[in-house]
């Protein structure tokens, strides 16, 4: 049976809004894209509401990392905490609903999982940003709710980080949820370890000269909400962080590291994993050194210790460049450092047992770099 809400009018009176399906999916699709807040994170999580970017929609998904695109996903978002949330939606009288749905998005995730990475993500979160005449930067700002600068590299560090741990969010969106879906999606919830498993049923209800749209979260149990909020990590302190590494080795060359960025005012970005060291210089930070806690490469293959450059769409200017050419050779010429660079990055790293024989270099060379940028 069609609902119906009321609104009250300057008179006094009540106007009917009758509850109206969805014409096509893609009229819901496009309102899911321009607006993801109707997704409505603090349903989800009322003591930390969830906000949400919009990647792209359609983003392709291939069977392997070898081979091009095999599916597509309606929407790809990303929340505060850097969780890849895939989205799939339907009209509630799509038989794909009642019978496909589940088993094409797990497929999706299990492949995404194994196929996407961190970096292509951001080209093209950054490119379909512009393409809207947005900036990307800023977009970020207010999804991370802050007036700074946003920590972009570290976001974007934690989004691999969470693709590697195979952390992400399945919606289903439907302007109606059938029982036997809300069944197995509150199944799926409390049964999935790492990745949370929702449905949200948006309802549309029109007057004569509005709409009204009301989200629904399905999927939550109060077992199901301390669960999730138990599985969810915190960032690292420096004091955790030399704690959890694996010897006193690798505690005492990470502690010699910090030392020297701590003296030559740089910045420290504590992600789940790992450390970025960062210089300010001409008005932008560029990170110059990661120490992550495992050898599991992370975003853009950082792990142990890693040493290097990289930046988004927007090159330094020139005389920056000349500073990080003349650090990255030094680290290039070194026989003990492994070559990890691809794409826009120039990275080098080396375990923790290695770098303790080479902890002089390492640190004369960090300290000439991050001094050097802060005084650019």
């Known amino acids: 049976m069609a609902e119906r809400i009321y609104t009250r009018n300057e008179r006094g009176g009540l106007e009917p809004l009758e509850e109206e399906m969805f014409s096509t999916e893609d009229e819901l699709q496009a309102l899911i894209a321009d607006y993801p807040e109707l997704l409505d994170g603090e349903q989800m999580r009322p003591d930390d509401p969830i906000r949400w970017i919009l990647v792209t929609r359609e983003q392709g998904i291939a069977e392997s990392s070898d081979l091009g695109d095999r599916w597509s996903l309606d ?35 299990a492949h995404a999982a194994e196929t996407w990475t961190a970096d292509e993500l951001r080209r093209t979160f950054e490119n379909e940003s512009r393409k809207k005449n947005a900036n990307p930067d800023e977009l970020l700002a207010r999804l991370l709710g802050t007036d700074d600068e946003p920590d ?11 693709l590697a741990a195979k952390r992400l969010r399945l919606l289903f969106v439907a302007d109606e949820i059938p029982d036997p879906l809300e069944r197995v999606v509150v199944f799926l919830n409390t049964q999935m370890a790492h990745i949370e498993v929702l449905a949200v049923e948006v309802k549309q209800f029109r007057g004569d000269a509005i709409q009204a749209v009301v989200p629904r979260v399905i999927g939550r149990t109060a077992a199901d909400t301390e669960g999730i909020r138990s599985r ?20 005492m060359v990470a502690g010699r590291i910090l030392a020297v ?66 650090w990255t050779k030094q ?46």
Do not use: M
Not at 288 to 298: D, I, R
């Open 331 to 376: 680290l290039s010429d070194a026989s003990f450092t492994q070559d990890i660079s691809e794409g826009g990055t120039k990275l080098w790293t080396v375990p923790y047992d290695v770098a303790a024989a080479h902890t002089d270099f390492f640190a004369g060379c960090l300290e000439d770099i991050l001094l050097e940028l802060r005084a650019n």
């Open 75 to 109: 929407h790809l978002i990303i929340d505060q905490d850097a969780v890849p949330t895939l989205v799939e939606v339907k009209r509630g009288s799509s038989s794909e609903l009642r019978r496909t749905i589940v088993g094409q998005l797990l497929e999706y995730a």
């Open 232 to 251: 969810r990590r915190r960032k690292l302190t420096r004091e955790f962080f030399l704690e959890e590494l694996p010897s006193e080795e690798a505690r």
């Open 152 to 162: 972009v590299d570290g976001f974007w560090e934690t989004v691999a980080t969470n």
């Open 261 to 326: 960025a701590d003296r030559a005012g740089a910045t420290l970005a504590w992600g789940e994993r790992t450390v970025s060291i960062r210089a300010r210089c001409s008005g932008r930070l560029l990170t110059v050194a990661w120490l992550s806690l495992t050898s599991v490469p992370g975003w853009a293959g950082v792990r142990d210790i890693t040493f290097g450059t990289a930046w988004g769409q927007q090159p330094p200017d020139s005389d920056v460049l000349a500073l990080l050419e003349k």
